[in-house]
């Protein structure tokens, strides 16, 4: 165990018999000292169980641990994913045209671009009627099979940016290899007008791969002898062989690398159903806000990070107070998948009992997450939030401006939100529910302790771009918590 470990370990033990109520009295100013902006993204840390001592132990921690230089080598791509001799260059995926990256003595910027390209051409072609099915009518259901990262982020991501999809065009995500998933898929689905995209690098994912068969069994039987395999379906992969024998015609092909991880491949050519939803202009837009927050990683100081302090309060909570598990709560009904999205990302990435030296870990690795969209979780669990024995920190996403204004609902969900952060923090002591009235024999039951931690993040509104910066935002974190925790996080052997 590291000095800033035991630093740490110290100065949590003198903290923990101090509640958020007096952290606050002793602070008038400590709402502005603890917010931060990151872009388009503004955070309020002020509802933690922190003071400036317990940043300052642990960017030291970060400092030890020497995050910056990881950060570093995985953004000029080092092979950091050391089980598997690979780079990890998902943020190679939203560098600007005219960047450069080499690596291995290959630019991957122009060979990003160069598939982008083709996939904007693709988009656009299935956007306006002109790509069309083997009868010859334009396709306008598109059926995106795939599972893991090649199912969770483009389907979290059409459902939040889908006030922004052509409309006329109906999205459907198939996964589960269960064969209700794709026969309630094909339910009313008109064979004649049905584009399939199958997302497998290899093209033998297994579940992928069934479904996949099923639906061109599916579309034979339909079809008869009209059925062109080439006229219905797309291919994300690196296969050519494999592809080619399913019958995709290459010009349908999009490819990408072995540096891509499947749980931060969205932006990859895995992508190309939301493209084909939201179009290329605002698909370049989510990129340029990926790109954004990957710039201000690097460029803002760690003490006034918002990306590092995120990554170090998990550590914080994880570690020293035996938090396990951390909730993410989107109030966006737009984001309900959310948190599903990052459960993959960040467990899938630091659920790891081993070091990157083969070695067992000797503390706690990553916290299980889970959320469900407000208020929905309201009427659910958040009565272990207040009033359970566990402690939960929580993240809180909302905009401040909403993409539907319909009467009083946005004002309605701000109240609730914020509602929530502060008595999540404050509590209700056992004498302020007397005094609101409740019997003294009730009033224990309606107690609520406080001290219960959370992040409040706001951001204008839910744009292609900001969600671009919240899917960095996590990525980054899951990076961090990797680093110091010292796992291998981008391999996924279990």
């Known amino acids: ?47 933690h169980l922190i003071n400036e001592k317990t940043l300052e132990l642990l960017q030291e921690l970060a400092t030890k641990q020497k995050v910056a230089d990881g950060v570093q080598a995985m953004l000029r791509g080092d092979k950091i994913n050391i089980t598997e001799n690979r780079s990890v260059l998902h943020t190679a995926l939203r560098l600007p045209k005219n960047a450069e990256l080499v690596v291995d003595g290959v630019d991957v910027v122009s060979q990003v671009h160069e598939v982008l390209e083709r996939m904007e051409a693709f988009a656009d072609a299935v956007r306006e009627g002109r790509f069309l099915g083997s009868t010859g009518k ?33 999205f459907k995500f198939v996964s589960n290899v269960d064969g209700a998933d ?26 992928t791969m069934t479904n996949a068969n099923t639906a061109k069994q599916w579309m034979a039987e339909q079809l008869g002898d009209a059925f062109n ?5 797309a291919a994300l992969s690196t296969n050519a062989q494999r592809v080619a024998e399913f019958g995709v015609d290459s010009a349908n092909v999009f490819g990408f690398w ?91 990435s630091n659920g790891k009992s081993v070091r990157i030296d083969g070695k067992a870990v000797k503390h706690e690795t990553s916290p299980i997450y889970w959320g469900e969209p407000g208020t929905n979780g309201q009427h659910s669990f958040h009565q272990l939030l207040h009033q359970g024995t566990t402690l939960v920190p929580v993240d809180f996403l909302v905009a401040v401006n909403p993409i539907t204004s319909i009467g009083n609902h946005h004002d309605l969900l701000l109240a609730n939100v914020f509602a929530q952060a502060s008595v999540l923090a404050f509590g209700k002591t056992l004498d302020e529910v007397i005094a609101d009235g409740t019997a003294p024999e009730l009033a224990p039951h309606k107690v609520m ?18 969600l671009g910066q919240l899917i960095a935002l996590y990525e980054h974190i899951t990076l961090i918590q990797g680093l110091i925790w010292q796992v291998a996080s981008f391999d996924q052997w279990g």
């Not at 302790?449 to 900001?466: A, E, F, K, N």
Request: neutral net charge; aromatic residues 12%.
């Open 182 to 207: 794709i026969h309630e898929a094909l339910i009313g689905v008109d064979p004649e007008t049905t584009l399939f995209i199958v997302a497998s690098k290899t093209f033998t994912t297994s579940e």
């Open 229 to 233: 395999p080439a006229a219905h379906f």
């Open 1 to 47: 165990m590291s000095k800033a470990w035991k630093k740490l370990d110290k100065h949590a033990k003198s903290i923990k018999r101090t509640t958020l109520r007096e952290l606050f009295a002793a602070d008038s100013n400590r709402v502005d000292k603890f917010t931060m902006q990151a872009v388009d993204l503004r955070f309020d840390f002020s509802k």
């Open 449 to 466: 302790p406080g001290s219960r931690p959370s992040t409040l993040i706001m951001y204008p509104q839910l744009t292609p771009s900001v």
């Open 138 to 170: 334009a396709i306008n259901t598109v059926i995106n099979i795939g599972i893991g990262g090649s199912d969770l982020g483009p389907v979290m991501a059409f459902e939040a940016l889908k006030a922004y999809s052509k409309r006329d065009l109906v």
């Open 258 to 348: 072995d540096w891509v991880g499947g749980r931060f491949s969205m932006e990859s050519a895995i992508g190309l159903s939301l493209m084909i939803a939201i179009g290329p202009e605002n698909y370049r837009s989510l990129l340029s806000g990926f790109n954004e927050m990957d710039e201000y990683l690097v460029s803002e100081p760690i003490e006034s990070n918002a990306i590092y302090t995120m990554a170090l309060l998990s550590i914080w909570y994880r570690n020293f107070w035996d938090a396990q598990t951390s909730a993410v709560l989107p109030y966006d009904n737009y984001l309900k998948r959310f948190p599903a999205y990052l459960q993959q990302m960040l467990m899938e």
